[in-house]
């Protein structure tokens, strides 16, 4: 695996623009709503998104995300109003970036109005924007990859839990879900469940970890390549199982990397990780559900 490059999209953005204390998006209610998905070049998951009413645009679903974010283009050609620099932290390491005043963003039914977001290269993104954590709290977000659909709604409109095989809680912080009951090769491990990375990161305490019970022999380094455009240099390894709740998902690549995101959610001294989509797209359907803290995974069937 000499010289395998890891293509990853990570964005932790800093809540505080300024000073200011973060204000929660504006919306307006609305039934669940059913959208196509569309998986980009790392199988990630992008819909449809109308920003000051024109589109659509693709934005990429990202639970790993804080912040939605718009790219420099379309604030060029929708003629955004400029806000202030804000402090970006994301895999690679932690930004400057400039801010755009965003009057409504809307997917489906739903929108949401006066957001000051980060703006970062389409190039980078992979998209037209991002739409993270801040557009979705309070909500679930379940991804089906037998349909290729995305559903936004309450748990409850969404069917609870019914139809799902397994159902994990996690806590909640810093606007994201993080299963901390998972185990990779058998050492303990807390889970960023990570729907806008292509793979798995995992931090230097879970490699430290799992080279004093495993000695895997597929190894390798690789880059990772965050949306603000920066690279960091990762090691490659091979993990034989990663459980969660009870199932398991197996050879699990993983690239270890001293990201400060680990650091910006307090998960830096204990063995932990950001799940990708390669890893997710295992499961025939998996739902974040931000409102009770719950993620929901339904088993692929066999032929």
Same mark, same amino acid.
């Given at each position: ?18 000073g200011a ?8 209610a ?15 998951m992008t %819909? #449809?998104?109308?920003?000051? /009413?024109?589109?659509?645009? !693709?934005? =990429?679903i990202d639970?790993?995300?804080?912040r939605?974010?718009?790219?420099t283009?379309?604030?060029g ?6 806000g202030p620099?804000?402090r ?7 930004f400057d970036v400039a801010?755009a005043k965003?009057?409504s963003i809307?997917?489906?039914?739903r ?9 970062l290269?389409?190039?980078n993104?992979?998209a037209d924007g ?9 909500q679930r ?5 037998a349909?290729n ?5 309450d748990?409850?409109d969404?069917?609870?839990?019914d ?5 994990v809680r996690a806590?909640?912080?810093?606007g ?5 009951n ?7 491990a807390?889970?960023? %469940? #990570?729907t806008g990375?292509? /793979?798995t990161?995992?931090? !230097?305490? =879970? ?6 019970k495993?000695?895997g ?9 965050s949306v ?5 240099p990762i ?8 459980e969660?709740?009870g199932m398991?998902?197996?050879n699990?690549v993983i ?5 400060p995101?680990?650091?910006e ?10 799940l990708?989509?390669r890893e997710?797209?295992a499961?025939?359907r998996?739902?974040?559900d931000f409102?009770?803290r ?10």
């Open positions: 695996m000499a010289g395998v490059s890891l293509a990853l999209a990570m964005l932790i953005a800093d809540p505080v623009i300024l204390t973060p204000v929660p998006l504006s919306g307006e609305a039934d669940a709503v059913v959208l196509q998905g569309e998986a980009d070049q790392h199988a990630r %819909i #449809d998104v109308a920003v000051h /009413g024109a589109g659509p645009y !693709r934005f =990429l639970t790993g995300s804080q939605t974010v718009v790219s283009t379309l604030a050609v929708l003629g955004l109003a400029p620099q804000v970006v932290i994301g895999m690679a390491g932690a801010t965003v009057r809307a997917f489906g039914e929108a949401f109005h006066d957001l000051t977001v980060p703006l290269e389409r190039g993104i992979g991002i739409l993270g954590t801040d557009s979705l709290q309070h977000v379940l991804l089906d990859f349909r659909t995305i559903r936004i709604g748990a409850s969404l069917g609870g839990r139809g799902f095989d397994i159902v806590k909640h912080r810093s994201r879900l993080i299963l901390t998972a185990e990779v090769d058998g050492v303990r807390d889970v960023v %469940i #990570d990375a292509s /793979g990161v995992g931090n !230097r305490a =879970l490699q430290r970890a799992l080279a004093r495993v000695r022999p597929q190894r390798g380094v690789g880059v990772l390549t603000t455009g920066h690279e960091l090691d490659l390894q091979v993990a034989g199982k990663l969660l709740g398991g998902v197996t699990v690239g270890y990397a001293d990201a995101a680990f650091g959610l307090k998960l830096d001294r204990r063995p932990a990780l950001f990708g989509m997710l797209r499961f025939k998996v739902a974040i409102s009770t719950k993620v929901l995974f339904d088993l692929a069937k066999a032929d």
